[in-house]
């Protein structure tokens, strides 16, 4: 509905009202520029498989993050994107840049649940880190018990702490949430 209202006032030329204001605000920005910045480096992020798309998802997240200093979720974007770019190229820094983002994330927003399942995410790369993640997905689905991500989060951290029985019983929870495309 948010990324509606954007794109409609944005094609009809329609100044934010109050109506849109408040849409925003539940996004975590009052800036519907920030949001609109946000949701592009998304759209790039969707398709990192193209080489150019990763940088132009930083890019989009870091001029939102530019515009909104205080929106939580271009700082979750970030962290996102420096993953990502860890998993194609295995550079630690980026992981620790990405590590640095979810952080400022969570600072910004302590009840983002995007903002904690990329830092499980982030933690699931770290070997001696997997505990922390499942802590992190734990936070994320108690802000949003149903977030697909986290759940699919747990249910790999907990395979990878050797964690058999709870790992498939949250696969389990990840398939009931999404039988037709729960592995995103």
Same mark, same amino acid.
Not at 33 to 47: D, I, P
Not at 114 to 140: K, N, S, T
């Given at each position: @509905? ?10 009809? @030329? ?13 996004? +975590? ?84 649940? @995007? ?46 702490? +050797?964690?058999?029985?709870?790992? @498939? ?16």
């Amino acid at each position: @509905e948010d990324r509606a209202a954007v794109g409609v006032a944005r094609v009809l @030329e329609i100044q934010a009202g109050a109506r849109m204001s408040a849409a925003l605000w539940r996004t +975590g920005t009052s800036v519907a520029a920030a949001y609109e910045l946000y949701l592009r480096g998304l759209g790039y992020l969707q398709r990192w498989d193209k080489a150019e798309n990763l940088e132009d998802a930083r890019a989009e997240f870091a001029r939102a993050a530019s515009v909104d200093p205080q929106f939580a979720l271009a700082q979750a974007g970030l962290a996102e994107t420096a993953r990502t770019a860890y998993i194609l190229n295995k550079d630690p820094s980026d992981l620790q840049t990405a590590l640095g983002y979810a952080q400022q994330a969570i600072r910004l927003d302590p009840k983002l649940a @995007e903002a904690h399942v990329v830092l499980g995410q982030i933690y699931q790369g770290m070997a001696q880190q997997r505990d922390l993640a499942v802590i992190a997905f734990q936070r994320a689905l108690e802000l949003e018990p149903r977030n697909g991500a986290a759940i699919l989060g747990m249910a790999r951290s907990y395979e990878d702490l +050797g964690r058999d029985a709870e790992a @498939e019983a949250a696969f389990k929870r990840a398939v009931a949430l999404r039988p037709w495309g729960w592995g995103g």
